[in-house]
């Protein structure tokens, strides 16, 4: 055995440690199945190239897509009560909160940040998938507040980018109350005449869909993204039936009325720079009107 | 026939045994008058014993008991001169949700609740009280009504879920419970809500965004049934009894999580033991409310709403 772990065993570490690292050079796409290397996954913002499907993507990435490097300052969100309920499944909740934070680096399941957009302040929200399936807590709840209020001392927009599967069960009823919390949060932004922009990801689902994220002035999906208020599975069961195709998918949903558009990754800034220009006029310091610029150069610039 | 819940069978053999003496006196001339009168002393007894210490998951199946009060019998005792409302104006009427204009302890108001219905066919009527979109746009659209004309709002929650059906979701589900949500945090007259029931999810929040959040004893409200709890986070739907538990879901519970501002008691051995006085006393509770919101001024109430639902789950 000796002999072997001396001398064969390195080279046979090499051989798999290669193979590991070559295996997360590619990624297998969920919608063709076909390998994309990694850096073609990075430039198409994790869109595949063969078919367009919309790839789960990390909130930094979205937030320098959206402002550019460094055109963005992430805000510390403020504390809330760890485990409220003492809420204990198969695992304590304390424990599943340490493990989501060890994996993610974050705090929880939301990034808020701030930065400019055509001259317009922007106060963005993105939810973390990757944390507890971005489910809404008081933590996110309080981080929406957060966001409404900091886009109204800023007098800016909030666009708010969701994808979750809803509330978070182990604050229970908590979690619950959140819905109506952020819906307060926005009402109070709408009502200083601000604009609110939301973007709907894969996949966003109840609480999170029944209260801010379908409250947008302007309503916005990513392709493909699975948008509802059940479950597909609840309502399987629930009818009994097959469900149509494509059902709770963003083009399903706009051509049911539920959204303004579906727009890729890739057009999203430029579609939240328009609307943006529209609702957010620029006024000379006269108090005049300044025209649309129809693409100024800041605009026009790849993200 | 009575329908007795699984952990009240020791009060159904009681129960059939005074019924059964009773049956004997009547046909025998037996005197059994304190046989009956010492069954009943211990009838109550084991009605306190098993009411005073129910478990969440035993309080969840009270809350969904069948012959419990539900929304149309609160209407029927306490509002006078009501007139239905129905529509959302846009695609349909849903009987789920049930609605109307009428007049409460001398003063009109905007009343609606979900209704599970009382048999067979009235619960396939009212979908078991599963609302559609429809239904909640029904509510927002009679909550302006109510703030044009300044008319008080009187909720009754009593739902195990918004309906999760394709059509449900197509007519934008999510985004008829979001704008219901919205118009609460709207209106600017007096609002009170009641967990008759059963508040499930988002469906009972819709209309439950009030300035006072009043809950039965025995009641109910979660983030999920304690079932769909289990059969996530448990992987099983059998750990109901446990998801019940720790989802916090009894109205003590919620009190003191400030989600619920008052208990409002009900009659020895629940609700469907006696239905008129559970509407009565929840009756009382109302008024003492609606009195109490009606001191203050319009705009103070809706600030103070949106403080109280802002303020939820902030630390300190
Ligand atoms: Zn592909």
Redesign the interface.
């Known amino acids: 055995m000796s002999w072997l772990s001396d001398l064969a065993l390195p080279k046979i570490r090499d051989l798999v440690r290669k193979t590991q690292t070559e295996e997360t050079l590619w990624t297998k796409c969920h919608g063709c199945e076909q390998m994309i290397f990694h850096r073609d996954l990075e430039a198409a913002m994790n869109v595949c190239p063969h078919c367009g499907f919309h790839m789960r993507i990390a909130p930094d990435v979205r937030l320098r897509a959206l402002f550019g490097d460094g055109g963005f300052t992430v805000i510390e969100l403020?504390?809330?009560?760890a485990d409220?309920?003492r809420?204990?499944?198969?695992k304590r909740y304390p424990d599943r909160i340490r493990e989501a934070r060890v994996r993610t680096g974050r705090r929880d399941a939301i990034v808020v940040a701030h930065g400019e957009i055509g001259s317009r302040p922007v106060v963005c929200a993105i939810l973390d998938f990757d944390f507890m399936g971005g489910s809404m807590?008081?933590a996110v709840?309080?981080a929406i507040?957060a966001a409404a209020r900091l886009a109204r001392l800023q007098e800016g927009a909030l666009v708010i980018f969701s994808a979750s599967g809803g509330?978070r069960?182990?604050?229970?009823?908590?979690?619950?109350?959140?819905?109506?919390?952020t819906?307060?949060?926005?009402?109070?932004l709408k009502e200083a005449g601000l604009p609110y922009i939301s973007v709907m990801t894969n996949p966003t689902t109840?609480?999170v869909?029944?209260?801010?994220?379908?409250?947008g002035d302007v309503s916005i999906a990513e392709p493909g993204a699975i948008?509802?208020?059940?479950?597909a599975r609840?309502?399987e069961e629930?009818?009994r039936?097959k469900?149509?195709d494509g059902?709770?998918r963003a083009e399903?949903l706009l051509e049911?009325?539920?959204l303004d558009m579906v727009a890729p990754r890739s057009e999203l800034r430029r579609r939240i720079a328009s609307l943006l220009r529209h609702l957010m006029p620029v006024r000379s310091r006269e108090g005049a009107l300044l025209p649309v610029p129809a693409n100024d150069a800041e605009e026009a610039a790849p993200a | 026939m009575q329908h007795y819940l699984d952990f009240e069978r020791p009060v159904a053999e009681l129960e059939s045994k005074i019924k059964e003496l009773r049956r004997l006196s009547e046909s025998d001339g037996v005197n059994i008058v304190e046989e009956v009168g010492r069954l009943e002393t211990k009838l109550d007894r084991l009605l306190v014993q098993t009411y005073t210490k129910l478990t969440p998951w035993q309080k969840t199946q009270v809350a969904r008991h069948p012959e419990r009060p539900h929304t149309s019998r609160y209407i029927a005792q306490l509002i006078e001169d009501f007139v239905p409302l129905a529509g959302d104006r846009l695609y349909g009427e849903d009987h789920a949700l049930i609605a109307g204009l009428g007049a409460f302890d001398g003063r009109s108001v905007v009343v609606m609740g979900h209704e599970k219905g009382s048999d067979t066919e009235s619960r396939v009527r009212h979908n078991f009280g599963m609302a559609r979109p429809e239904g909640y746009r029904k509510a927002a659209r009679l909550m302006r009504l109510a703030g044009r004309f300044g008319l008080p709002v009187i909720s009754l929650v009593d739902t195990s879920g918004?309906?999760?059906?394709?059509g449900?979701?197509?007519?934008?589900?999510?985004?008829a419970?979001?704008?219901s949500?919205?118009t609460?945090?709207?209106i600017q007259v007096p609002f009170v809500s009641v967990v008759i029931g059963e508040g499930g999810?988002?469906g009972a929040?819709?209309i439950a965004?009030a300035d006072r959040v009043l809950m039965l004893e025995h009641a109910v409200?979660?983030?999920?049934s304690p079932e769909?709890?289990a059969s996530?986070?448990?992987?099983g739907g059998d750990q109901a009894e446990?998801?019940a538990a720790?989802?916090?879901?009894t109205a003590s519970d919620?009190v003191g999580?400030e989600?619920v501002d008052e208990v409002v008691k009900e009659p020895l051995g629940g609700a469907h033991r006696d239905p008129a006085a559970t509407v009565a006393e929840v009756g009382r509770a109302l008024a003492r409310a609606l009195s109490g919101l009606e001191e203050r001024k319009p705009g103070e109430l809706l600030r103070a709403r949106?403080d109280k639902?802002?303020g939820?789950?902030?630390?300190g």
């Open positions: 403020p504390r809330v009560k409220p309920l809420f204990r499944d198969r807590g008081t709840g309080e507040v509330a069960m182990q604050e229970g009823i908590l979690s619950l109350m959140q819905m109506a919390r819906t307060a949060a926005i009402a109070e109840g609480g869909t029944a209260s801010f994220a379908m409250l948008i509802g208020f059940a479950g609840v309502i629930t009818i039936e469900l149509p059902f709770q399903y049911h009325g539920m | 918004a309906y999760p059906g394709v449900a979701e197509e007519r934008g589900q999510a985004e419970i979001a704008r949500i919205e609460c945090l709207q999810s988002g929040i819709a965004v409200y979660s983030v999920i769909g709890c996530i986070l448990w992987r446990a998801a720790a989802m916090k879901l919620l999580l989600v949106r639902f802002m939820m789950g902030r630390l």
